[in-house]
């Protein structure tokens, strides 16, 4: 089996992220480092969520989203830091929405907003998701709202 230089890897994938290609060449760029990095390694985990958010980009999300829920899944067993576990909990969420298992994805959004109360996306999925599948438009309009509410401090804390 030949070897892969790992870090070559990263740097073209840095390089691709900076210059803004599209998801799916992302996607392609991203397996290899999934294959040779550990999910209990910061570095694997990061990779992970990537390829997962990455997945959902693609016109192909509904067909991954047992693979994104994976990934995700795996980041969450070994992620220690909040930012990343909420980031985890979003895909999550949005994989299990996609495959119409709607409790488990708002358990997923509640779990992500617990990591960061200000997380916008997080907010803004769970209030569409409590409006139209659990037929709750007023707690809907609750999360839609602390969503808009929390994004000037989210767009400021990305500055940073």
């Known amino acids: 089996m030949p070897t892969v230089d790992v870090a070559r ?17 992302l996607v392609a760029m991203l397996r290899p480092l999934v294959a040779h990095t ?26 991954k989203a047992w693979e994104v829920a994976a990934l995700a899944r795996e980041v969450l067993k070994h992620e220690s830091e ?5 980031r985890a909990h979003g895909a999550l969420g949005l994989a299990m929405t996609l495959l119409g298992h709607y409790r488990v994805a708002r358990r997923a959004y ?45 767009a400021r804390e990305l500055q940073r």
């Open 9 to 25: 890897l990263e740097r073209s994938l840095l390089w691709a992220i900076e210059n803004e290609l599209p998801s799916a060449e």
């Open 38 to 63: 550990a999910a209990h390694e910061t570095r694997g985990r990061l990779v992970r969520l990537e390829l997962a958010e990455r997945l959902l980009l693609t016109p192909k999300a509904p067909s």
């Open 82 to 86: 909040a930012v990343t576990r909420a």
């Open 110 to 154: 509640f779990r992500g907003l617990s990591d960061d109360p200000s997380h916008p996306v997080l907010a803004h999925n769970l209030g569409h998701l409590m409006a139209t599948v659990f037929d709750d438009p007023l707690g809907g309009c609750h999360w839609l709202q602390a969503a808009f509410r929390s994004l000037p401090l989210h």
